[in-house]
């Protein structure tokens, strides 16, 4: 066995399907889960990806990071997917891009996936436009709660987010300090309304969260919220 530094290109063992999920209007989309090896997850992230018509897929880099790191590190299951007309390395969703809309049935489809195959404690987990998911969407579905990666807050309205108050479901939010739409000072006025809302400033991180840095940061909050006893991430590993 040797001792390998965990960076960014690093793939861990797990258990991989390719598959497609079915929405309740009949569209056919794209779809991963990665497992851990030979034990049961603890918990299941379901990835809500950025904005496709800017380039957002199932494949932006911190969540096929999270694939390739956080079954083996963490134990747990990491369900991907295109939305609805969302083309990626993977395969290419059926439908259009609705802006929001007709995606409530994307969000629907994958929790009820990951509710019929038994697959325990799913967490939503957005980023950008995968965000607005979530938090639109969220307070209706099975979920333990939902872990926001720079919320944008463009298409959720005041209404959306008093839909979290008092529901029993988490609620955290990673806001970057140099982020392009929603900044912490302003981050912490719009959330307000949400007042069991945690925020997580992150010192020099941006909306992309580039770097190896700005993506451990990411993956160790999403560790310490959802299997603690995981937390931190190792730095290196065994193999």
Do not use: C
């Amino acid at each position: 066995m040797s001792q390998i530094e965990i960076r960014s290109s690093i793939e861990l063992p797990s258990r991989r399907e390719l598959f497609n999920l079915t929405t309740q209007d009949g569209l056919n989309l794209i779809a991963e889960l990665a497992l851990p090896i030979s034990k049961a997850p603890v918990a299941t992230l379901i990835t809500l990806h950025p904005l496709p018509t800017s380039g957002g897929f199932m494949d932006s880099h911190i969540y096929r990071k999270a694939a390739n790191r956080l079954p083996h590190l963490a134990d747990l299951a990491v369900l991907r997917f295109n939305t609805r007309g969302t083309s990626s390395p993977q395969g290419t969703s059926e439908g259009v891009f609705d802006g929001g809309k007709l995606e409530a049935l994307d969000v629907s489809a994958a929790v009820d996936y990951v509710l019929a195959i038994g697959l325990p404690n799913p967490w939503l987990v957005g980023w950008s436009f995968g965000t607005e998911l979530a938090l639109k969407y969220g307070p209706d579905q099975n979920v333990l709660g939902a872990i926001l990666l720079s919320p944008p807050l463009h298409r959720t309205s005041d209404e959306d987010l008093i839909r979290w108050k008092g529901i029993g479901k988490k609620l955290v939010a990673l806001i970057p300090e140099h982020d392009d739409y929603l900044k912490p000072d302003q981050a912490a006025e719009r959330f307000a309304i949400v007042p069991a809302i945690e925020l997580i400033n992150v010192p020099d991180a941006k909306h992309l969260w580039v770097g190896e840095s700005a993506t451990t940061r990411v993956l160790n909050e999403i560790t310490r919220i959802v299997n603690p006893i995981a937390y931190p991430l190792p730095g290196f590993i065994e193999l």
